[in-house]
């Protein structure tokens, strides 16, 4: 059998409770020593007629009782170290996760996360509580069993040894194919996973383009291939239990047989024979519930593949920590950046944008605005160059105190599946009820909460799907009234949107840039003319700037974009 290192180093902060559970069977195993001599002896004091009989009988009652409750207390221990186990894991995925980043979540789809975060996890918690438990009573009961079995007769003890060595053995023979096969199995639930939670959320779209047809039959190709990979796997399963009995059945049976035959041959007597019948019993019962653990230890065995793998990306690698020496503005200074080595979206970028004044990005599609607004809020990590606000350096140690001097409303917010009042308290979880109803005021999210059921303690669905796109702008913005950051990042809400949702906005979003450091994202031209500074991008570089006359008069690509837009053919992304 199996014991992998790696994965008992995942659950090393609970070694503890697994220490404790080792005893507990340490102990149980003990017991069932005990109780099977008990009854061996008062056996023989019965067929013997002896006076003895009560004596065993009393130590047999308390070696049962001892038993009982080992047993209840290794189940309650083995459910609370499988417990603290999942929460162990699933913390410490969700830290990890959290740390890798959001490049990391771009590159993987959201349902192999999900399988990882709960199925793989689910089935790995049988490794650590039912299979290593039976595991453990087999080495101190088991093994227990023969050496006190030897006692009697070495040749006896022998045999059982080796048929307990036999199921012991087994795995090694078919632990490749198992592993492979096992590991396929897994790789098209994640492939299952990641198509269903694709299939549920591009609903609308399948419906609209009447292709449910199309997906329902991928769904059931990977049905096909998990069926398919499932039987391989257990083609293998079906070999190893065999395999599994066969050694323990002739490991207790020939034992059996051969202390028949020793007694007949008068090198045993009655009582002793009496004695090993019980003690084989103790001996190979560990076994047979280790043969029906194996199987699920061996599922959690192989679901931790990609658990491994998880814990083993490593972090994004931040910009070391320096001095920032601007006291009152953001500057970006020599910033470059890229998703991926050698594939520049940002190059050398030179911006300042002093204390409470409005500047805007201005580019086509793809020339690194959105890019360029996601790293200064400390969303991806950069290497080159450096990025400073109010005398703090945007670096790997201060990223979260960065974090919480930045207030943002992307163009697509989302809205987490509860009420309204819990997705507005994340921007500030300790606001009281008169700063909530002052942010719904100021972003004009009153007539919302107005028409909602149960106003601010209303369900808002997945995603926000009882909301409008112009109503989800909203609740981004009256997050940003709560949080009341320093520093305002405004992916320009108010494109896409009718003029009644237009209009609400605009009146919002001036409201919450009075005062404040603001940084814009430009999608029409219009909305940033009374802005202190337009900066041009062009290919991830910063080619122009200065206010929107000036442009319009230096810059022949903003007047471009000018006058596209003006004649309704353009509106950058």
């Not at 594939?343 to 020339?367: F, M, P, R, T």
């Not at 995603?463 to 940003?480: P, W, Y």
């Not at 949107?497 to 605009?506: H, T, V």
Request: aromatic residues 10%; hydrophobic residues 45%.
């Amino acid at each position: 059998m199996l014991i992998n290192i790696i994965l008992l180093r995942l659950v090393w902060r609970i070694k503890k409770e697994m220490f404790l559970l080792s005893i507990l069977t340490f102990l149980f195993g003990i017991a069932s020593i005990c109780q099977a001599f008990m009854i061996s002896k008062m056996i023989n004091a019965i067929i013997l007629k002896t006076t003895d009989v009560r004596y065993y009988a009393v130590f047999f009652f308390f070696t049962l009782v001892s038993q009982i409750l080992l047993k209840y207390s290794i189940n309650y221990f083995t459910v609370k170290t499988e417990s603290n186990i999942k929460e162990n894991l699933r913390c410490r995925a969700y830290d990890h996760l959290y740390s890798l980043g959001l490049q990391h979540l771009n590159e993987e789809r959201t349902g192999k996360l999900n399988l990882i975060f709960l199925d793989r996890i689910e089935a790995l918690a049988y490794y650590y509580s039912i299979y290593i438990p039976n595991l453990l009573n087999v080495f101190f009961v088991s093994i227990g069993c023969t050496v006190y079995i030897a006692y009697f007769n070495f040749s006896v003890a022998v045999i059982a040894l080796l048929g307990i060595l036999g199921v012991l053995f087994v795995p090694s023979l078919t632990y490749k194919y198992l592993w492979s096969t096992g590991v396929d199995v897994w790789k098209e639930y994640e492939q299952f996973s990641a198509e269903f939670l694709d299939n549920i959320q591009g609903m609308e779209t399948l419906k609209n383009l009447k292709a449910c047809e199309i997906r329902k039959q991928r769904m059931k190709d990977i049905s096909k291939k998990i069926h398919k990979k499932t039987m391989n796997n257990m083609k293998i399963t079906t070999v190893e239990n065999f395999l599994f009995e066969m050694s323990a059945n002739l490991g207790s049976i020939i034992s059996i047989a051969y202390s028949a035959y020793l007694s007949l041959k008068g090198v045993l007597n009655i009582q002793d024979v009496v004695v090993i019948l019980f003690l084989i019993r103790s001996c190979f019962s560990p076994v047979y519930a280790l043969m029906n653990a194996w199987h699920l230890g061996y599922h959690g065995l192989t679901a931790s593949a990609a658990l491994q793998s998880f814990f083993e990306e490593k972090k994004s690698h931040w910009r070391t920590a320096f001095t920032a020496h601007q006291k009152e503005c953001l500057k970006v200074k020599n910033l470059s950046f890229s998703y991926y080595e050698g594939q520049s979206i940002l190059k050398n970028i030179e911006l300042e944008v002093e204390a409470g004044k409005i500047h805007a990005l201005v580019g086509k599609s793809g020339d690194g605005k959105s890019t360029l607004a996601s790293v200064i809020a400390g969303l991806y990590p950069y290497t080159e160059g450096s990025v400073e606000f109010l005398g703090v350096g945007l670096s790997e140690s201060t990223v979260d105190m960065w974090r919480d001097k930045i207030g943002a409303v992307w163009q697509q917010p989302y809205i987490f599946h509860g009420t309204l009042r819990e997705n507005l308290l994340f921007a500030k979880a300790d606001a009281t009820e008169q700063d909530l109803m002052e942010a719904v005021q100021l972003s004009n999210l009153s007539e919302v909460v107005a028409k909602l059921p149960q106003g601010l303690d209303s369900s808002l669905g997945e995603n926000g799907n009882v909301l409008s796109g112009g109503e989800k702008q909203r609740v981004a913005i009256a997050r940003c009234f709560l949080k009341n950051a320093e520093l305002l990042i405004l992916d320009e809400a108010t494109s896409n949107l009718d003029e009644k949702n237009r209009q609400a906005i605009q009146e919002s979003m001036e409201r919450l840039v009075r005062g404040k450091t603001t940084l814009i994202i430009a999608h029409r031209l219009s909305t940033i003319k009374n802005a202190d500074c337009c900066h041009i991008l062009k290919n991830g570089d910063i080619i122009a700037e200065g206010t929107y006359e000036e442009l319009l008069n230096s810059c022949p690509e903003f007047k471009n974009m000018a006058e596209s837009q003006q004649g309704g053919l353009y509106e950058t992304k």
